[in-house]
């Protein structure tokens, strides 16, 4: 069965350092989403990505934050300078089309920041 | 704005019926979706309503009421594996692209 898939795993990482997480999305899907979970609290938006641009973004995803899909199957988060409350699992997830229900999540990556 | 709003914590007993409920107060409303969590994983996908009434998937089955801002998740014969959160989300209207989280409710099935 077709899934998402996110490196790394787990990262650790300085305050004040970049951080590039990658996701592959399901291959045919068009909309890609990046959510982040702190350790025991909700699960909550970052943005979205449709037809190779930003289709929304919350607030917490401010200058810091940045998203790019650099090819046909890549999409990656990219936080530039880490803060220690930038801590959390990170969650990619795609659909396939504007009709289709459910998002289809990644196994996340979980950053901490020391 | 937005508000999504679930039990904290839930527990029941094996083979027995649990109902968790979610309230939803949001700008738009395009679906909601229900998805398990185990500890330390990524949420997978149960069910999904988008109109009123009662989706049923095997032990699982989701109740929307739109007037209400209402939805209940009702898991049937619950097993051990079950213990997981249960999360709520909301997808805005036509137009946008976000589904919204509640907090989740922490679900501990007994022997």
């Known amino acids: 069965e077709p899934e998402v898939t996110q490196t790394p795993s787990h990262q650790v990482t300085q305050m004040g350092q970049e951080v590039i997480l990658r996701c592959v999305p399901i291959?045919?899907?068009?909309?890609f989403y990046w959510y982040r979970q702190i350790l025991g609290q909700k699960v909550e938006f970052l943005v979205s990505?449709?037809?190779?641009?930003?289709?929304?973004k919350s607030e917490i995803f401010d200058d810091q934050f940045s998203v790019e899909r650099p090819d046909g199957s890549n999409f990656t988060l990219k936080i530039r300078s880490t803060k220690l409350e930038d801590s959390a699992m990170y969650f990619c997830a795609s659909k396939k089309d504007t009709n289709t229900g459910e998002l289809f999540f990644g196994e996340g990556s979980r950053l901490t920041v020391l | 704005g937005q508000n999504i709003d679930q039990p904290t914590e839930m527990t029941a007993t094996e083979g027995a019926i649990v109902q968790i409920n979610c309230t939803y107060q949001t700008s738009g409303f395009n679906g909601l979706f229900w998805y398990q969590q185990h500890a330390g994983e990524a949420p997978t996908f149960l069910s999904y309503?988008?109109?009123?009434g009662l989706e049923e998937k095997g032990r699982f089955s989701s109740f929307l009421s739109r007037s209400k801002g209402y939805s209940y998740l009702l898991l049937k014969e619950l097993q051990m594996k079950d213990s997981a959160s249960y999360l709520c989300a909301v997808r805005g209207p036509s137009g946008t692209y976000k589904y919204i989280f509640g907090t989740g409710t922490r679900l501990k099935v007994l022997a």
């Open positions: 990505f449709y037809n190779n641009e930003i289709s929304e």
């Open positions: 291959s045919n899907h068009l909309y």
């Open positions: 309503n988008v109109l009123d």
